[in-house]
């Protein structure tokens, strides 16, 4: 139960990824994470690990020269119920203590489309997948954490704090957060020092898309609720 699809006018092949793929995805994850400290960027031995554990999680975009030009690497799991770290939540980049088989929420670590190609709709359709993939495995949907990446362009004005604030008010739009919420995703709150970037102000947005509205179970009502009072 893969997927392999052609999108965008048949111009790009979007599919799961396969381990003879993992050098070309450590050089988009290069291209696409230039701030993000060393410690924190996923390389070929990670991605081979992350197909090894749950290759339906894991998707590449190909050019029409079989050019891996985007990716994203996901796990499962039960929906977190207190803030962690990027490095926590990903054991460490590994997925190996993470993924957990029986999980109901697919946690997307990350989306990276190599500059060239952005604008043309290429992470929606990758977040699309996800969505299907959630589908197929009969789980609830997606959570994100997503970079606050834009923030470097105001941190002489802003606080983080203040720029999560006036990004969740549609005051402002960030380069990732805002693809993310185009996409479909729903803010839940921000987590302070989730990663270290600067440029981002360390920070992320926990961010969720369900499914189904249906009533959520009851370890999700917190946040749930947290959502609603926003
Ligand atoms: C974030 C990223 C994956 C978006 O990829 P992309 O393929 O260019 O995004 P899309 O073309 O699918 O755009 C999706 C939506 O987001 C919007 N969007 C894209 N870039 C944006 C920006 N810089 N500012 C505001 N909105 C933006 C698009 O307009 C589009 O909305 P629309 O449907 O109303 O037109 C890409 O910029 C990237 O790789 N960034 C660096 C890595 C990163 O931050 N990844 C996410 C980590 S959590």
Same mark, same amino acid.
């Given at each position: 139960?893969?997927?392999?699809?052609?999108?965008?006018?048949?111009?790009?092949?979007?599919?799961? #990824?396969?381990?003879? +793929?993992? #050098?070309?995805?450590?050089?988009?994850?290069?291209? *696409?994470?230039?701030?993000?400290?060393? =410690?924190?960027?996923?390389?070929?031995?990670?991605?081979?690990?992350?197909?090894?554990?749950?290759?339906?999680?894991?998707?590449?975009?190909?050019? $029409?020269?079989?050019?891996?030009?985007?990716?994203?690497?996901?796990?499962?799991?039960?929906?977190?119920?207190?803030?962690?770290?990027?490095?926590?939540?990903?054991?460490?980049?590994?997925?190996?203590?993470?993924?957990?088989? +029986? =999980? +109901?929420?697919? /946690?997307?670590?990350?989306?990276?489309?190599?500059?060239?190609?952005?604008?043309?709709?290429?992470?929606?359709?990758?977040?699309?997948?996800?969505?299907?993939? *959630?589908?197929?495995?009969?789980?609830?949907? $997606?959570?994100?954490?997503?970079?606050?990446?834009?923030?470097?362009?105001?941190?002489? $004005?802003?606080?983080?704090?203040? /720029? *999560?604030?006036?990004?969740?008010? +549609?005051?402002?739009?960030?380069?990732?957060?805002?693809?993310?919420?185009? #996409?479909?995703?729903?803010?839940?709150?921000?987590?302070?020092?989730?990663?270290?970037?600067?440029? #981002?102000?360390?920070?992320?947005?926990?961010?969720?898309?369900?499914?189904?509205?249906?009533?959520?179970?009851?370890?999700?009502?917190?946040?749930?609720?947290?959502?609603?009072?926003?």
């Amino acid at each position: 139960m893969l997927i392999n699809q052609k999108i965008l006018n048949e111009e790009f092949v979007l599919r799961n #990824a396969e381990v003879q +793929d993992t #050098a070309q995805m450590e050089y988009v994850q290069s291209q *696409c994470y230039p701030t993000l400290s060393g =410690g924190e960027i996923l390389k070929k031995h990670h991605f081979e690990n992350h197909i090894k554990l749950f290759q339906q999680g894991q998707f590449v975009i190909e050019d $029409q020269k079989k050019n891996i030009i985007a990716t994203t690497s996901t796990f499962l799991c039960h929906f977190p119920t207190h803030d962690h770290t990027f490095l926590e939540a990903t054991d460490n980049l590994w997925l190996t203590k993470s993924h957990e088989k +029986d =999980g +109901d929420w697919m /946690y997307g670590i990350d989306m990276g489309v190599l500059p060239l190609y952005r604008g043309k709709g290429l992470s929606k359709e990758l977040y699309k997948a996800r969505q299907e993939m *959630c589908k197929m495995l009969e789980i609830k949907g $997606q959570i994100t954490v997503g970079m606050t990446i834009g923030y470097g362009k105001f941190r002489n $004005q802003l606080s983080i704090e203040e /720029y *999560c604030e006036k990004l969740k008010n +549609d005051e402002l739009t960030d380069p990732t957060v805002s693809a993310q919420r185009k #996409a479909g995703f729903v803010w839940i709150r921000p987590i302070f020092n989730y990663l270290t970037d600067p440029e #981002a102000g360390n920070a992320s947005i926990l961010m969720y898309y369900p499914l189904s509205d249906k009533p959520k179970p009851n370890n999700f009502q917190h946040e749930y609720t947290h959502i609603k009072s926003n």
